[in-house]
């Protein structure tokens, strides 16, 4: 049976950190805005149906402020907060590889300009990223902890073309493979409970992320949030959104299929409260964890159990 050095019986990133750096390290989000071309009309207008209109920003900073201020504002929070002494640079919002490389360099430069800075990790999606790009952001690996997350959301096809993605599940495969093997973690975005998906076509990604070979997942449960298209599905009763326990038993099913090596990056979180409709069970991060926990032990069961069966 396969547990982290925290006790848990999945691979989690926080103990991931902990084990390589002696201590707990933090994340300081941050916001480049940078936009989405699935977004601005390069590929579509309005994004994702699932994305509201501050591209899953977490708000924790004024959108004009300088990356450099929002870095030292994150880091005093948290040092203020938690007595934090080492943080991972995080550029979440929209895409964060949407720009010509000069301009992408300043802002990963800025991002990383601080002593207590120990790595970056890169929001993005697989359709913007090329060799140019890759390279650049290799150039961090040589003293940091450098992640690049890649939105994949599902390895349907069907599905991306539902939640208007604008990208296919082989620009996905072809971005991984462009960034394997530099140095760069690469982490995979999926949601669970997206419409129309049965729990075989969930766990047929969960199946694909093994076989590609990534670093590490995070995981979302399909939420509803003011302002974005899934509210009008969700108002018109055209979208049913997964109870807690369902969720809990599709997480839990889909981390069985995984490599005991692949870092989970998330299972729960409270989300941005003013924007949530539903589920209002997203609120309650620990309880949520708290049921992971229990599934497993009830289950006798832990990530990788099933991968490769």
């Not at 390589?20 to 994004?47: H, I, M, Q, W």
């Not at 929002?70 to 943080?87: D, S, V």
């Not at 929001?123 to 390279?135: A, H, L, N, Q, Y």
């Amino acid at each position: 049976m396969f547990q982290d050095n925290s006790g848990k019986n999945y691979r989690t990133y926080s103990q991931y950190l902990k084990d390589k750096f002696g201590e707990k390290v933090y994340k300081v989000t941050l916001n480049a805005n940078l936009g989405c071309p699935n977004r601005d009309g390069t590929k579509s207008f309005g994004g994702c149906i699932f994305c509201d209109d501050v591209g899953s920003f977490s708000q924790a900073h004024d959108l004009n402020l300088p990356i450099e201020e929002q870095l030292i504002t994150g880091i005093n929070n948290l040092e203020k907060r938690f007595h934090a002494k080492k943080f991972i640079a995080y550029l979440q919002s929209y895409s964060n590889t949407y720009g010509d490389v000069a301009k992408l360099k300043k802002i990963y430069d800025a991002s990383v300009n601080n002593e207590r800075v120990v790595g970056i990790s890169i929001g993005t999606r697989p359709d913007c990223v090329d060799e140019e790009k890759i390279s650049l952001i290799q150039s961090y690996t040589f003293n940091r902890e450098v992640w690049i997350e890649y939105g994949l959301q599902s390895i349907k096809d069907k599905t991306l073309e539902l939640i208007n993605r604008s990208h296919t599940s082989k620009e996905f495969i072809d971005a991984v493979k462009m960034t394997q093997n530099k140095g760069i973690k690469i982490s995979a975005h999926v949601i669970l409970g997206l419409p129309d998906e049965t729990k075989e076509d969930m766990l047929d990604t969960a199946k694909a992320l093994a076989d590609i070979g990534i670093d590490g997942v995070k995981i979302h449960c399909l939420c509803v949030l003011k302002n974005s298209k899934l509210e009008k599905l969700y108002n018109n009763n055209e979208l049913k959104v997964l109870e807690e326990d369902e969720y809990v038993d599709l997480a839990c099913s889909f981390m069985e299929l995984l490599p005991e090596n692949v870092i989970i990056h998330r299972l729960a979180g409270n989300g941005y409260k003013k924007s949530l409709l539903v589920p209002q069970w997203l609120g309650q991060k620990f309880k949520t964890l708290n049921k992971i926990d229990e599934w497993f032990t009830e289950h006798n069961s832990w990530q990788g159990k099933k991968y490769n069966i």
